[in-house]
């Protein structure tokens, strides 16, 4: 934002939520920074799901 506060909008199954509270902000930040961990590489990625779709579409 303009006054470098930070919002941020996260979708469910449910509905769309706009978040803007600090306790709000550090846990979406933490959680991202999890996933972030836990992802595999955009070329792991990929050979992934070359190996996937060969070993069960071809």
């Known amino acids: 934002?303009?006054?470098?506060?930070?919002?941020?909008?996260?979708?469910?199954?449910?509905r769309g939520l706009t978040m803007s509270g600090r306790?709000?902000?550090?846990?979406?930040?933490?959680s991202l920074a999890s996933l972030r961990a836990?992802?595999?590489?955009?070329r792991h990625s990929q050979e992934l799901i070359r190996r996937t779709v060969e070993e069960r579409w071809t």
């Open 23 to 30: 306790d709000e902000m550090a846990k979406l930040s933490e």
């Open 1 to 14: 934002m303009e006054d470098r506060s930070e919002v941020a909008y996260v979708e469910t199954a449910v």
């Open 38 to 42: 836990s992802a595999l590489s955009v």
